[in-house]
């Protein structure tokens, strides 16, 4: 028993040594969404901050976690970027943050749980990542893309208007586009 118990320590201690967290690059990262608009066009926005972790072993994602202040969301319009802050939709006074956890990594996809509003559901995103590489300045370099969709209405987020010809003002799926540079 102590020998197993010792071989589980060294394994535990020798995991943790090979794991790393890696350094977010804000200036070659984004965070983007684009949803329906009267049914006949797409409205784009972003999220301009966002503090993540996100670690390796091996050169292997293991896990992703990251931070979204709603008051970062821009969507080139200062009015329709006020209503989204209102409580109407991502109500920034009660619910500052918008949260991701993964839960499972595996090829080509990211298991997490987001929480929006008071509301937390499972997500997979397609994921890719790359790397690594060394930069010209002698970094190692990794990337992070993540592409999918979200119901915003399974977050609490259900504000819409009718439109008189049928339809409606604010599709219910969000399309998410995420693309993280990474260095040890």
Aim: proline share 3%; aromatic share 8%; hydrophobic share 40%.
């Amino acid at each position: 028993m102590k020998h197993t118990f010792l071989w589980l320590t060294v394994a535990a201690a020798a995991f943790h040594l090979s794991a790393k967290e890696l350094d977010v690059d804000k200036s070659h990262s984004e965070i983007q969404f684009t949803v329906s608009h009267m049914v006949v066009s797409k409205t784009k926005g972003q999220f301009k901050e966002f503090e993540a972790k996100v670690d390796v072993t091996d050169g292997k994602l293991v896990s992703v976690n990251a931070t979204i202040p709603v008051s970062s969301l821009d969507t080139d319009n200062e009015k329709r970027d006020s209503h989204l802050k209102s409580p109407d939709f991502f109500n920034e006074a009660e619910y500052p943050n918008i949260t991701f956890v993964s839960t499972k990594v595996e090829a080509g996809k990211l298991h997490g749980k987001l929480t929006i509003l008071d509301v937390t559901k499972d997500v997979v995103l397609d994921l890719e990542f790359l790397g690594p590489v060394t930069s010209p300045w002698g970094k190692t370099v990794y990337g992070l893309n993540l592409d999918g969709e979200i119901d915003r209405t399974e977050f609490g987020l259900t504000w819409n208007k009718a439109l008189e010809a049928g339809g409606v003002v604010v599709g219910d799926m969000v399309h998410l586009s995420i693309s993280v540079e990474l260095t040890e």
